[in-house]
């Protein structure tokens, strides 16, 4: 089992930053890639940005060059840095691990984003 706790939404006007972070513990060892992902209401849950284990980075194109996805393997902890954030961001944002045998996805409980415009 991992458990994932994230932390770092909130309310931001537009033009704003802010920086998610996602805590990770349990069998970390079996996780290859962690990620962040969202839902607005009425949305269907999208990928934001994925880091896999040998530092590889996926973003949406929505967010490229806005957002970075970074990680601290010594705090076993995962960081989205929003930068120049829209009110089209504002969603629920959930950190998301991923296993690969057998193939499995983790999920944390949700942060609220809102960017006001």
């Known amino acids: 089992q991992v458990q994932l706790v994230e932390s770092g939404g909130g309310l931001v006007q537009a033009g704003g930053s802010l920086r998610l972070s996602c805590a990770a513990s349990?069998?970390?060892?079996?996780?290859?890639?962690m990620g962040w992902y969202r839902q607005a209401p009425g949305n269907q849950r999208e990928l934001v940005a994925v880091?896999?284990?040998?530092?590889?980075?996926n973003y949406a194109d929505s967010v490229k060059g806005r957002f970075t996805i970074s990680r601290d393997n010594a705090k076993n902890t995962v960081y989205l840095q929003m930068n120049s954030l829209k009110p089209e961001d504002t969603a629920v944002y959930y950190c998301?691990?991923?296993?690969?045998?057998?193939?499995?996805?983790?999920w944390g409980q949700g942060t609220q984003v809102t960017v006001s415009s």
């Open positions: 998301n691990a991923q296993r690969s045998t057998p193939p499995y996805h983790y």
């Open positions: 349990g069998s970390i060892f079996s996780i290859n890639a």
């Open positions: 880091i896999f284990s040998g530092s590889t980075t």
